[in-house]
């Protein structure tokens, strides 16, 4: 590996401002059981379980980029319908303001939903509005645009062809983010890329390329010559074409053209690769200007996104482990609020039951290893939220914790039974329920169920509530009472 790469420090992903403007979709899934055939005509009945989302289209950048830890916003047109006030509660529940997504009483906002029955997808139902955008839209977004240039450092336009970048709106959106000296990198669709001109980059596949060219790249001089013309046609300052398993090729303004080999991986779904080059590209360009690093860095994080099942971002502790930086899966199990939130999504979007469970965790004995345990058992995931050092002097009082909070940390993740650990005050408990929905919350029976906090909130959305056996006597604040008096 590149020895620049090695040393890179993502962590100034967290200073950068990106704003997405683009078709935002809504990916709902209607996950039931199937027992019987209708009589109405040869097709299963689905009786529905559970219902989960997450954002598509120019929102899979957008999971990116907050996965990678950016600060993000958003540009782009929906309906006022109840698609529309899903995503935007789920981009609220990213972190990321709504207030560029725009209405349009006249149109649909774009839902895919799919159905599963039995763990396999039955249909998918595709609800949408394809016409171009209105004139009015096109003047507030310029406005709006106008108002947030001067806070961000990237623009990413993903264009999925429903309408929202309308040409005459790519061509004003891009100039005026050259202006301001923006690295502008645009996902393109269609035959005709001469709006997309004068981008800093855009990103076609080969399928994507030969389109617009109008011819087969199938061979390899064939692929050289139309991206060189392309990117001197459209007056580019870098087109990076992706070639699947072959890689990258990158052809910069200066110099010839660049192949990034890919890494040889096992390939489990190719779905959103695009999207994670694209936020790739627009964080390495804004960080480092250096398209060769940016294409480079981008090429690793897709090899790890298309290794996933389903439409999954890449996070920055997956890529840093990618760059030699973290080698244990202890570190990726230690998430922030926000990355959980995106991990939890895309869990709920394989279909997989979701067990949470909070506590101070302090001086880890058997007892709470037996909990976590039979935790486990109830589901497919377990996430442990561990009260932070203030939050557990005022739940535990005076000295406490023992164990200071990044230890305890640690401790859970190197648990078998634990898959993700985060941190969280008190105060926040309702909040992240209510932005998980995990399936189940289990707490020991020594509680009440009328005492388990958030009780309210999880059987309000259909979650359920288990108290689970405590088996074994032995209780924290005993242990240290008991090295106390045997210590003095």
């Not at 047109?77 to 995503?87: E, I, K, P, T």
């Not at 790739?280 to 099942?309: H, I, R, S, Y």
């Not at 648990?415 to 329920?433: E, G, R, S």
Request: hydrophobic letters at 40%; proline letters at 6%; one cysteine or more.
């Amino acid at each position: 590996m590149d020895e620049r790469l090695r040393r890179l420090d993502l962590g100034g992903f967290a200073a950068l401002r990106v704003l997405v403007a683009g078709d935002f979709m809504l990916d709902e899934y209607l996950w039931g059981r199937v027992e019987r055939i209708s009589p109405e005509a040869p097709v299963p009945v689905i009786e529905v379980e559970r219902e989960t989302r997450t954002l598509g289209g120019a929102g899979n950048v957008v999971n990116n980029l907050v996965a990678l830890g950016a600060q993000v916003e958003v540009l782009g047109l929906v309906g006022q319908d109840n698609a529309a006030h899903l995503l935007r509660q789920e981009l609220t529940r990213l972190g990321v303001a709504p207030e560029g997504l725009f209405s349009d009483p006249g149109r649909r906002t774009s839902l895919k939903t799919r159905v599963i029955g039995n763990s396999q997808q039955v249909v998918r139902i595709d609800q949408e509005s394809r016409l171009p955008a209105p004139p009015a839209f096109a003047e507030s977004a310029r406005k709006y645009f106008e108002e947030r240039l001067p806070f961000i450092q990237a623009l990413v336009l993903s264009d999925y062809d429903k309408g929202t970048l309308t040409p005459h709106l790519l061509k004003d959106l891009i100039r005026r983010g050259r202006a301001q000296g923006l690295p502008v990198v645009v996902d393109p669709k269609g035959a005709d890329y001469s709006p997309y001109a004068q981008a800093t980059v855009i990103t076609p596949n080969r399928k994507e390329a030969e389109l617009a060219v109008g011819h087969s790249l199938a061979r390899w001089e064939d692929l050289v010559q139309a991206g060189v013309r392309l990117r001197q046609s459209l007056e580019l300052d870098h087109l990076l074409i992706t070639l699947g398993p072959e890689g990258m090729l990158l052809f910069p303004r200066k110099g010839p053209p660049r192949h990034i080999p890919a890494e040889p991986r096992e390939v489990f779904d190719v779905s959103g690769a695009g999207d994670t080059v694209v936020a790739l590209m627009a964080l390495g360009l804004a960080q480092w200007g250096d398209p060769v690093l940016a294409a480079t860095l981008a090429n690793l994080a897709a090899g790890v996104v298309v290794g996933k099942v389903g439409t999954a971002p890449i996070f920055r502790t997956e890529l840093e482990r990618e760059l030699g930086r973290k080698g244990t899966r202890l570190e990726e199990k230690i998430v922030s609020l926000p990355e959980l939130r995106l991990t939890v999504s895309y869990l709920q979007a394989q279909g997989k039951r979701l067990v949470f469970t909070n506590g101070c965790f302090d001086l880890l004995h058997g007892g709470h290893i037996k909990f976590l345990e039979d935790s486990r058992r109830l589901g497919d995931a377990l996430v442990v939220a561990v009260d932070s050092d203030a939050s557990a002097r005022q739940v535990k009082g005076p000295g406490r914790p023992v164990i200071g909070e990044a230890e305890r940390l640690r401790i859970l993740a190197a648990l078998q039974a634990v898959d993700y650990v985060t941190l969280f005050d008190t105060h926040q408990l309702p909040q992240i329920l209510e932005d998980l929905k995990p399936d189940v919350l289990t707490k020991g029976s020594n509680y009440p169920e009328e005492q388990v906090a958030g009780r309210e909130i999880v059987q309000a959305y259909g979650g359920e509530i288990r108290l689970l056996p405590v088996t074994d006597p032995t209780s924290t604040s005993g242990l240290i009472n008991r090295i106390r008096g045997e210590g003095g």
